[in-house]
Every structure is written in C-alpha cells, then in structure tokens.
C-alpha cells in the first residue's frame, strides 16, 4: 500500500505545526492475503494530545484496551479466513476494491469503495471473492463488552 501520514502537534509556544510527514512503511502481515499499517494509536480517555512521540511502531494487537487504533488494512483476493470479535467499536470505511463481511449467523454483507461500517462487537469475517484488493481504513475504540441477555461477548479471535 502507498499511504501518505501527516500527523499535526504542537511547537512549545503552542502553535500547531506538522510533525509528521511521510510515506507509511510500518507495514506489517498476521495472515497469507492480508496486510496492515497502524497509523497512530493511543492509551487512556480522553486521550492526551501533549507530546510528539509517534505509537505507529509499536506492537499492537487488534484494538487496545482502553485506546484507540487508527490502521489501513489490504485484503487481497483469497485472504485467510479470520472469524473474530474485537473489544472495541470499529468504525470502517472501505477505501477501495470490495469485500464480503460474513457474520457469525451465516449473513453476508458485500462492501464496496466509498461503503461505510460501524461494528459493534459481533463476530465477522472479512472475505474478498474479487480480483482486486480490498483497502479499509479502520478506527478502532476501546469499548465494553456486548451483553446480549446479560451475558458478555469478550474478544474473540
């Protein structure tokens, strides 16, 4: 993937400035056919915007508890199968190509560039039947558990 990352911050007499300004290349693989980069993440709510330290290249699971992640995924045609549940609201916009979102109940939801996705705990998996990849940027939010009947769904996957 080519992603530009321009992160703005602050110079010591408070004026906003552009820290960041690159070419992403923290580009990590956890599975044959899919991809990511994290762009910025944080810890703790609300999140402090003090500082210039960059997150992007620490070692992060899927969401962070009680954070945030901000990352770009590539699915290719015939990624692995991932059926899994995140401990956060996921908020997703599909940058590119198109992608099946198959849930746990058997239900199916084709996904196309410019869709948008709010998921709320459920377990899915992301599956491209295309000839092209799939490109979703995803912000992540730390969130509690779904407690259908009053029973907790933890992350799961």
């Not at 956890?30 to 915007?49: C, K, L, M, Q």
Request: with cysteine; glycine share 10%.
């Amino acid at each position: 993937m080519k992603l530009r990352r321009v992160v703005t911050g602050h110079d010591d007499q408070g004026r906003a400035r552009v820290i960041i300004d690159e070419q992403v290349g923290n580009e990590f693989s956890p599975r044959p056919g899919a991809s990511y980069s994290v762009i910025w993440s944080t810890e703790g709510f609300p999140v402090n915007n003090d500082g210039n330290d960059d997150p992007s290249a620490r070692s992060i699971g899927t969401s962070i508890d009680d954070g945030s992640v901000f990352r770009i995924v590539c699915y290719n045609p015939g990624v692995t199968p991932r059926n899994h549940r995140t401990d956060s609201i996921d908020y997703a916009v599909v940058m590119s190509g198109a992608i099946d979102m198959e849930l746990d109940d058997g239900e199916t939801v084709h996904l196309k560039a410019g869709d948008l996705l709010v998921q709320r705990g459920t377990i899915h998996n992301w599956v491209n039947n295309g000839t092209e990849p799939c490109i979703i940027a995803f912000s992540l939010i730390a969130a509690k558990p779904a407690m259908p009947g009053g029973k907790p769904l933890p992350a799961h996957g």
